[in-house]
């Protein structure tokens, strides 16, 4: 197609613009809502449903003990991560949105809309009654994206830079991870890790996708490998996986690891249970990626191979990328089911979002605030699913350039 | 080079193959000396296109022999990569990349193959993109191209390689009928400057002025083997008689 044609298109003498049809409020009222008995008495009944609905919501939303959120944020958000050790957590983030705002000012695009959306979230967050030392904290975070950002305008000229921001990103999660947790010898070791609120769901959910992403790639490549024992052992790994359900296999990680394993190895619950979504995910993302390179007509291949390209080259600079690109919208569906999946984590103990909030209702002082309390986590969440889509569907209009 | 050129550049001695049952090609041979135009026609269904595809092992032969420029067409992975890297080739569908720039589609081989600089893969990419004719194109998608330039930049491509062979599987089948002959035009350059070419089309008027020679492909065999000249005017055999008279009435 002639690009420039599409773009700016003018009128000659002989061409019409398309005809423009206006439709008047009370025709499109009549066509559409009112145009059998039928469906007049349907939109009636609906109306009066969704306002007594609607009356009820508000007259409860009014009336709730909204309080027990303030009251309990940082339980909800962190658990009984201990307040002398907070600063790690904050630190975290600022490098992570130090990270954010460089890559937003050194790309543009979709990273510098998440880093403004981080620097107004921060600024907005800081207005509302926090304690002085919070909100400092998160001012902070507002000012460390700003940083980057500049850094990252200034930086992008020199060559290196960003190679260099790959770089840190794919450092980020070792060093998260040895921050939150500590590390022995360097940083003391933080207690108490299966009870951390929030913050397991997330470092739960990236920990998942960064691992199983890459292993079911490998995974898919397996299944249709050439050589019969690869294809085996991959086909028999996702078929088995995925004919389990999560929770059984958290419960068997919990449980039954410990009597099949020697009793002097015991890794840690959390990271059991890490393990095993990690393992879960990746059988149903090496099916998403299977679909992707089954898209992938065969010229592609022998293009591929009469430039001399080996097989290696061939997957990763022609085939991968654009298999990838045409499963994003399953992949990131399937990213938002793990973040969604972690809340399982509460049934083997470990007390993430949902079920630090459930030691909450079971308070005497905060009787009857289950609601309240639900709702708060139904936003979290669709806050986060809701970002990922968002983020996805950019991404996806963005490599749609030159698509056939 | 190597010990048997003399012999021809690519040797194919009494090449079989089979899917499943049917039997595609049975008995294919001829030789080639460098810088020859070979025009390889027939009916669909022929083999014409197996039989090229043979030539860089796209498909793989179970009977007889292939030799080029002196390597014996083996399951030798090693083998195949050389001749691979020494015979470009050029797909009906074109099969450009269509996640890379043109730019990118015709530096990626050498860059990666070859392992060039990058600069200087880009800049062999672009002076093929110029032979081309399309040097505006550079940085924009295949698909956002016409199916005359993809097909001209699908044939930069293979050149990037510095190929000694060329191979063309029906390039102009694909293309609507205003767009082919830039890419014919293309291709005679090529012929001119010496390129090694086997060529299968049915581009007829092509055939007549720049193959060296023709070859007619039926049910898998070779039926007549002639120079132009006497392929249009004088035709041997009378299934190449009936083929000729079929294309050439309209």
Not at chain 1, 101 to 111: E, K, T
Not at chain 2, 147 to 173: C, N
Request: proline letters at 4%; hydrophobic letters at 50%.
């Amino acid at each position: 197609m002639d690009e420039t044609r599409k773009r700016s298109h003018t009128y000659g003498d002989d061409e019409l613009p398309p005809p423009i049809e206006r439709i008047p409020v009370l025709r499109w009222l009549k066509e559409n809502l009112f145009s059998s008995w039928f469906n007049a008495i349907l939109t009636v009944v609906f109306t009066v449903f969704i306002v007594v609905l609607l009356l009820g919501l508000g007259k409860w939303a009014l009336g709730a003990r909204w309080e027990v959120i303030p009251a309990n944020l940082k339980l909800l958000l962190v658990g009984t991560y201990p307040l002398e050790d907070i600063w790690r957590i904050w630190t975290t983030l600022y490098l992570i949105s130090f990270l954010v705002g460089s890559a937003g000012g050194s790309r543009g695009g979709l990273m510098r809309q998440i880093s403004m959306t981080i620097a107004i979230v921060s600024v907005v967050l800081a207005i509302l009654p926090f304690g002085l030392m919070t909100r400092g904290w998160i001012l902070g975070m507002g000012a460390s994206t700003g940083i980057g950002f500049l850094l990252g305008h200034f930086g992008k000229r020199f060559r290196r830079y960003k190679h260099i921001e790959i770089g840190l990103w794919v450092l980020s999660l070792p060093v998260t991870i040895m921050l939150v947790n500590g590390i022995s010898g360097l940083l003391p070791v933080v207690e108490g890790r299966n009870s951390w609120g929030l913050m397991l769901n997330i470092i739960g959910a990236i920990v998942g996708i960064a691992l199983s992403f890459p292993i079911g790639i490998l995974l898919a490549l397996g299944r249709r490998s050439e050589l019969p024992a690869i294809r085996l052992i991959c086909t028999a790994y996702i078929e088995i996986i995925r004919g389990v359900p999560l929770i059984t296999l958290l419960f068997m990680a919990s449980i039954m690891l410990q009597l099949l394993l020697p009793s002097n190895v015991r890794p840690d619950l959390l990271i059991r249970a890490m393990m095993t979504i990690t393992a879960f995910e990746a059988a149903y993302m090496a099916e998403n990626v299977r679909g992707g390179l089954q898209a992938i007509p065969k010229g592609q291949y022998e293009a591929a191979n009469a430039v001399g390209l080996n097989k290696l080259l061939t997957t990763t600079l022609i085939i991968m990328p654009q298999a990838l690109r045409l499963v994003i919208p399953a992949i990131v569906g399937q990213f938002i089911s793990l973040f969604m999946d972690t809340t399982l984590f509460g049934f083997i103990a470990i007390l993430e979002l949902l079920h630090i909030s459930r030691s909450i209702m079971g308070n005497v002082q905060w009787r009857g605030t289950i609601f309240e309390l639900y709702v708060f986590i139904g936003v979290v969440f669709w806050l986060a699913c809701y970002s990922m889509s968002y983020i996805s569907r950019r991404i996806e209009k963005s490599l749609g350039v030159g698509e056939r | 080079m190597s010990t048997n050129n003399n012999e021809g550049i690519i040797i194919l001695r009494d090449v079989h193959k089979w899917y499943g049952d049917f039997h595609v090609l049975r008995g294919v041979s001829f030789s080639m000396h460098t810088g020859e135009v070979l025009v390889i026609c027939g009916p669909s269904g022929s083999g014409k296109s197996t039989c090229i595809r043979t030539i860089n092992r796209l498909e793989d032969h179970q009977k007889g022999q292939i030799i080029v420029d002196g390597i014996e067409l083996t399951n030798d992975l090693r083998n195949i990569e050389a001749i691979r890297r020494d015979v470009g080739m050029v797909f009906q569908q074109f099969n450009l990349f269509p996640h890379l720039t043109v730019l990118q589609n015709v530096s990626l081989a050498p860059f990666w193959v070859l392992k060039m600089k990058k600069s200087k893969a880009e800049e062999i990419a672009l002076q093929l993109l110029e032979r081309v004719g399309i040097p505006d194109q550079a940085d924009k998608y295949p698909g956002q191209l016409s199916g005359g330039q993809q097909q001209r930049v699908a044939i930069a491509r293979a050149l990037a390689m510095s190929p000694k062979i060329m191979l063309f599987d029906e390039p102009t089948s694909a293309l609507d009928p205003e767009m082919i002959k830039e890419v014919l035009d293309v291709m005679k350059e090529l012929a001119r400057s010496g390129m090694t070419m086997i060529v299968v089309t049915h581009e007829m008027g092509f055939a007549r002025e720049v193959a060296d020679r023709i070859i007619f492909f039926d049910y898998g065999q070779i039926v007549e083997e002639n120079t132009p000249e006497d392929f249009f005017h004088n035709p041997q055999h009378e299934r190449t008689k009936l083929f000729l008279s079929q294309i050439l009435d309209y």
